[in-house]
């Protein structure tokens, strides 16, 4: 009977790590999927409004952005304590000869969220180049 059920108390510690580790792989895939998402709408945007979408993860956002931390905040655990940062760094690719330079910008998401039952704030970043 004791080795019954020490058999039965181990197949329960394995089956609630099997849980824990599962819900841990559904956020990273959601925080993975919301990063290319913005990266997406960025693509399609204008480039002369992709500074609009930058955020210091602080503040309202811009409009561009604010339908997005929404999504965040209500898909991911802790993502509105722990607010997402998106930077955008322009950079000239290059000057044709007596044209306008070509601006290629540097898009960096970082999603951050704190899982149920951990301490340590997890994060997913994602970088792309938009010209």
């Known amino acids: 009977m004791l080795i019954f059920s020490v ?7 394995m089956q609630a790590n ?17 990063a290319d998402q913005l990266i997406g709408e ?6 002369a409004s992709l500074p609009g979408f930058a955020y210091s993860g602080s503040g309202a ?10 999504q965040v905040g209500t898909t991911l655990p802790g993502a ?15 000057t044709p000869t007596g044209g306008a330079a070509v601006t290629q910008y540097t898009i960096t998401v970082t999603i951050r969220y704190l899982p149920p ?3 340590a704030v997890r994060r997913h970043v994602a970088t792309a180049v938009v010209s």
């Open 7 to 13: 058999g039965v108390l181990a197949l329960i510690g």
């Open 18 to 34: 099997a849980i824990n580790t599962i819900s841990e792989v559904k956020y990273r895939t959601d925080a993975a999927f919301l």
């Open 42 to 47: 960025m693509w399609v945007a204008s480039p």
């Open 61 to 70: 956002g811009g409009s561009a952005i604010q339908p997005w931390l929404a």
């Open 80 to 94: 509105t304590a722990n607010p997402p940062i998106v930077t955008v760094v322009p950079s000239t690719l290059f």
């Open 117 to 119: 039952k951990t301490t």
